[in-house]
C-alpha cells in the first residue's frame, strides 16, 4: 500500500530556557476514548486515497472514491456505538469466517448457501444485540422490520440476469468494469419491501466474496449511509483478483442506526470468458502472463482450473489450456 505524506517544520524565533525544577510535572494524559476506532478510519481514508483519488492510477473514480469514505465512516461510527473496539471487531471478525464458509462449503448449493448466510447473521445479530442491551431489553428495530427475511435475493440483479437467459440468476459480468447494482428492493410476491420504507433500517454494507488461490476472499467493497432514498453500490472488477475464479458472490448487509444487522441480501455473478482463446486472466493480451497465471490455478487447486469439468484439476486440465493458448 502506498502512503502519502508531507510534513512541515516550522521552528519560531523566540528561544525559551528553564530549569527542569521550576515548573511541576505534568499529569499523564487521560487515554483518549475509542482511540483505536479514529485510527482505524484515519487508515481506511488513506487507503480510500490510494485506490480511488491518485491521477495516475486507472481506477480514479470520484465516485467510488466518496462510496469508500462513506463505508470508512459508517465503520467509524458502528465502533464508537457503544460496542467498544475489541468486542465489535471480534463478533465481525467470527461473521466474515463464516460467510466464507457459506460459501465456499455450499458450492453449487443455492438452498444451503442462504440458509448458512442467514444463520451466520443471526449469530452475527445476537452477539451485536447483547453487547448493546446486555440486561436482555432487546433492540426495538430487531421486531420492526416484520416479514423480511434473515437472507434475500438481490431481486433487482436477480431479476436482470433472469432476463439476460441466466436461468441461475447470476449476472454475467466482465473484468476490469464497473458494475453499479441497487439493494434494498424485493418486489417478489412472498414478502415484499423497500428499505426506504423500513424506518429502523438507516445504512448498509456490500460484500463480495470470491475465490483466490490463497483460499476465499472477503471484500467490503461499498456502503451506503443513507438508505431512505435508496441503495445503490458500485462494484469495481479488478482482473488482477479475479484470476482464480468464475463466480463472485454478493452479500449486502442492512443496519439500523445503532449499527445492529437486520438483515441481509444475497446474489450471484458469473464472469464471462475472455474473447480470446487461452486468455486465462481476460485481459484480452494473449501472452507468458496468461500461462503463469494458469499454472498458479492450476497448483492451487481453484476450482477455475477444472477446465474440463469433469470434478479434478489433473494433467487433462492443463492439456486442454495448452491447447486452447496455442489455438
Not at 528561544?15 to 478510519?41: G, L
Not at 460459501?103 to 448493546?132: K, P
Not at 492451487?300 to 486440465?317: E, F, I, L, M
Request: hydrophobic residues 40%.
Amino acid at each position: 500500500m502506498r502512503y502519502k505524506s508531507s510534513a512541515v517544520l516550522l521552528v519560531s524565533g523566540l528561544v525559551f530556557t528553564a530549569f527542569a525544577n521550576s515548573f511541576e510535572p505534568e499529569p499523564e494524559p487521560e487515554p483518549e476514548p475509542y482511540a483505536e476506532c479514529w485510527r482505524n478510519y484515519e487508515g481506511e481514508k488513506r487507503q480510500c486515497g490510494d485506490l480511488f483519488n491518485d491521477p495516475g492510477e486507472i481506477w480514479t473514480d470520484a465516485l467510488a472514491y466518496r462510496a469508500c469514505l462513506a463505508g470508512a465512516e459508517e465503520n467509524l461510527a458502528a465502533c464508537t456505538n457503544g460496542l467498544g473496539e475489541d468486542r465489535y471487531s471480534d463478533a465481525w471478525s467470527r461473521f466474515i469466517t463464516r460467510l466464507k464458509n457459506c460459501v465456499t462449503e455450499n458450492a453449487g448449493d443455492e438452498a444451503g448457501r442462504e440458509s448458512c448466510v442467514a444463520m451466520a447473521l443471526l449469530l452475527y445479530q445476537t452477539e451485536i444485540n447483547d453487547l448493546l442491551f446486555p440486561d436482555g431489553d432487546g433492540d426495538d428495530c430487531l421486531p420492526s422490520v416484520g416479514d423480511i427475511a434473515l437472507a434475500n435475493p438481490m431481486y433487482a440483479l436477480r431479476s436482470a440476469a433472469v432476463q439476460l437467459g441466466s436461468a441461475d440468476g447470476k449476472y454475467p459480468v466482465a473484468v476490469n468494469t464497473t458494475l453499479t447494482f441497487s439493494a434494498g428492493i424485493n418486489a417478489s410476491p412472498g414478502a415484499p419491501y423497500d428499505v426506504g420504507q423500513v424506518p429502523c433500517v438507516k445504512s448498509a454494507i456490500a460484500i463480495a466474496v470470491y475465490t483466490t488461490k490463497s483460499g476465499p476472499e472477503v471484500v467490503v467493497f461499498d456502503a451506503d449511509t443513507d438508505t431512505a432514498d435508496g441503495v445503490s453500490f458500485d462494484l469495481h472488477l479488478i482482473g488482477d483478483d479475479l484470476v482464480d475464479t468464475n463466480d463472485i458472490t454478493l452479500i449486502s448487509v442492512f443496519y439500523d442506526e445503532r449499527a445492529v444487522p437486520l438483515f441481509s441480501e444475497i446474489g450471484a455473478l458469473e464472469i464471462q470468458d475472455s474473447p480470446i482463446s487461452g486468455d486465462w486472466n481476460r485481459d484480452e493480451v494473449l501472452n507468458t502472463q496468461d500461462v503463469i497465471d494458469f499454472l498458479d490455478s492450476y497448483n492451487a487447486q481453484t476450482k477455475r482450473a477444472d477446465v474440463t469439468n469433469d470434478g479434478v484439476v489433473d494433467s487433462a486440465d492443463a492439456v486442454e489450456f495448452t491447447e486452447d493458448y496455442t489455438e
